[in-house]
């Protein structure tokens, strides 16, 4: 399954992933490369027809649902980075709500939170900005910890989709008190990511690559120290109550 996610990330549209032409095909190589002793084994249906065992409606239904936990996650990943962002020392001065709310709105003028340094003119460090890094290191955490292979690419789709969990956290914030709005979903967070990000995420180059995950590890370990084996996996809450108050959830 988390073989499956890594296919996930590299997608322009990560919202539609589910339904893309090449899901169930990946799903079932995916499954017979991690458990190649069942390749040959075949399972009867209800209807009394054969399948593989890979090809079973059930893993399907299994890989869909993981792929949308991951996705919601992501999306509260965002919301909680906004809100725990007030509590750093750097902000301390953003104590009444009609400050947090400028501070808002000027993160998201030209989407500023994007960079790393959004008033440099000759180097910005897109993708880098703070609070994009420690979103996308909810993720990063999760590729570390199953030592993904990359077959597929750079995660651009993935980026591209916690950059839209912190503008969503933000625009949460807007008024300077949390409103959690509307649901991380495809419209209107999926199509701005994929119209509006992912041409430049796609475009990034290893160096680049090499900085986000550098910067998102080094996040990881100032909050939860050094990474050794996978988590457990374990329910979430539903994606639309109050961000969790710690960023990473277990894989």
């Keep these: 399954m988390r073989r499956l996610l890594e296919w996930v990330s590299t997608l322009a549209d990560t919202f539609q992933s589910n339904s893309h032409p090449e899901f169930d095909d990946t799903v079932k190589a995916e499954f017979n490369d991690a458990f190649p002793h069942l390749t040959a084994a075949k399972v009867k249906l209800e ?18 649902v993981f792929v949308r936990t991951h996705r919601s996650n992501l999306g509260k ?7 725990e962002n007030w509590k750093s020392e750097d902000m301390e001065e953003y104590d009444t709500p009609e400050l947090r709310a400028e501070w808002v709105e000027d993160q998201l003028r030209d989407n500023r939170f994007l960079y790393e340094f959004p008033d440099d003119p000759t180097s910005k460090g897109i993708f880098r900005g703070p609070l994009v890094i420690t979103t996308f290191a909810y993720f990063v955490e999760l590729y570390i910890r199953c030592g993904w292979s990359a077959k597929y690419g ?4 993935m ?13 949460q914030w ?3 008190t949390f409103d959690k709005g509307g649901a991380f979903e495809r419209v209107p967070w999926g199509t701005e990511a994929m119209r ?12 680049k690559w090499d900085d986000i995950f550098g910067k998102a590890e080094a996040v990881i370990k100032a909050t939860r120290g050094e990474i050794h084996v996978p988590g457990n996996d374990r329910d979430e809450e539903d994606e639309d109550e109050q961000p969790a108050t710690t960023l990473f959830m277990s894989p």
């Excluded at 750079?154 to 789709?157: D, I, K, L, T």
């Design 47 to 64: 209807n009394g027809t054969s399948v593989e065992r890979a090809s079973h409606p059930a893993v399907g239904v299994v890989a869909r």
């Design 77 to 83: 990943a965002g919301s909680t980075s906004v809100t």
């Design 154 to 157: 750079p995660p651009a789709g």
């Design 159 to 171: 980026l591209c989709l916690a950059v839209m969990a912190v503008k969503r956290g933000l625009t």
């Design 174 to 176: 807007a008024s300077g």
């Design 196 to 207: 509006d990000f992912f041409p430049a995420a796609s475009k990034l180059s290893e160096a």
